[in-house]
C-alpha cells in the first residue's frame, strides 16, 4: 500500500478514508433539505454549517488515527503546500446546489505527500456511490473496476463543465462552451467539480473541463482518473497536479483534440 501510514486502530488508510466519507455522508443526508444557516464567502460561492459541522467530524476522525499528519481542506485557513504525508478534504463539493435542494454533492478525501497522491475517496450519499483509487491499485465504484470512456472524438462526447467563482474566469468558459455548442454530442454545467472527474473515471462524462479549482477540489479526482486510464492536464497539456486552477480531464485523444481545436 505505497508504505502508507497505519491508523492507531491497525486499519489501512483507505479504510480509515472510507469511514470517514461514510461518516460525512449521512450527516449530510440529514442536513439536506432542511433548515440551515448559510454564509457567502464570496459572489456565489457559500458555506453553510454543515460543511463546517462535516469538515469538523471528520478531522476529528483523522486526527484521531494519525496524530502526526497534516490536514488540509477547504473551510479551514489558510493552505500550503502539501509536505509529509497530508490529509486533503473536501468537506461538501457542490454547495450551492446543496444549498437549493439540487440532488447532486459530495465528500472527498485524499491523502498526498510532497504533491503525489496516493488514495483518493469520492462519496455520492445520495447514491450511495463510493468512488475509490490507491495509486498503482486501479479505481472502483463500489467495488467494481472503472476506466475511462474509450470515446475517439469530441463529436460524440458528452463533455461537463463548471464556471467557479471568479468573474472573468467564468465568462471565458462561457465563451468557450459557445464554441463547443455543436461541435460535440452535448454539455453539462452540473455544480461539482469532484462528481464531474468521478464521472469521467467511471466513463459517464467523456471529458470535463474547469478553470479555477484548488486542490481539494481534484485530488481524488486526479487520482481516480490517473488509475481509470485517464489524464488530466492544464490548459497547456501538461500533467496538472495539486495546486493546478485550470483542468481538462479525459481519455488522451480527446485531450488532446480539444486543446488543439479550442484552446490557443
Known amino acids: ?21 461514510e ?18 464567502k464570496s459572489q456565489g460561492n457559500l458555506v453553510t454549517d454543515i460543511d463546517v459541522l462535516v469538515e469538523k467530524e471528520i478531522i476529528e476522525l483523522l486526527k484521531g488515527e494519525y496524530p502526526g499528519l497534516r490536514v488540509l481542506s477547504e473551510e479551514s485557513a489558510p493552505f500550503s503546500p502539501v509536505s509529509d504525508y ?26 498526498a505527500r ?18 475509490v483509487a490507491e495509486k498503482g491499485h486501479g479505481a472502483y465504484l463500489n467495488g467494481s473496476r472503472m476506466r475511462v ?15 467557479g467563482y471568479q468573474r472573468e474566469v467564468g465568462k471565458e468558459l462561457l465563451k468557450m462552451a459557445g464554441k463547443l455548442w455543436w461541435q460535440v454530442h452535448c454539455l453539462r454545467l452540473i455544480g461539482s467539480a469532484s462528481l464531474g472527474l468521478a464521472y469521467v473515471a467511471c466513463g459517464r462524462f467523456n471529458l470535463y473541463i474547469h478553470r479555477f479549482l484548488y486542490p481539494w477540489d ?3 479526482g486526479l487520482l481516480l482518473i490517473a488509475e481509470a486510464g485517464g489524464k488530466v492536464v492544464d490548459w497547456r497539456g501538461k500533467p496538472a497536479d495539486l495546486f493546478c486552477q485550470e483542468i481538462i480531464a479525459g481519455n488522451e485523444k480527446l485531450c488532446e483534440e480539444f486543446i488543439s481545436r479550442f484552446v490557443g
Open 149 to 163: 470512456s474509450r470515446e475517439s472524438s469530441l463529436r460524440g462526447s458528452l463533455v461537463g463543465l463548471d464556471l
Open 86 to 111: 497530508t490529509w486533503i478534504i473536501d468537506p461538501l463539493d457542490g454547495t450551492n446546489n446543496y444549498v437549493f435542494g439540487v440532488p447532486f454533492f459530495c465528500v472527498n478525501i485524499a491523502l
Open 23 to 40: 461518516m460525512a455522508g449521512q450527516i449530510l443526508m440529514e442536513g439536506f433539505g432542511s433548515g440551515r444557516q448559510v454564509s457567502q
Open 1 to 21: 500500500m505505497n508504505n502508507m501510514p497505519v491508523a492507531r486502530s491497525g486499519r489501512s488508510c483507505q479504510e480509515i478514508a472510507i469511514e470517514a466519507v
Open 114 to 131: 510532497d504533491g503525489e497522491i496516493f488514495l483518493g475517496v469520492t462519496y455520492d450519499p445520495l447514491r450511495k456511490e463510493l468512488f
Open 218 to 220: 481534484i485530488a481524488s
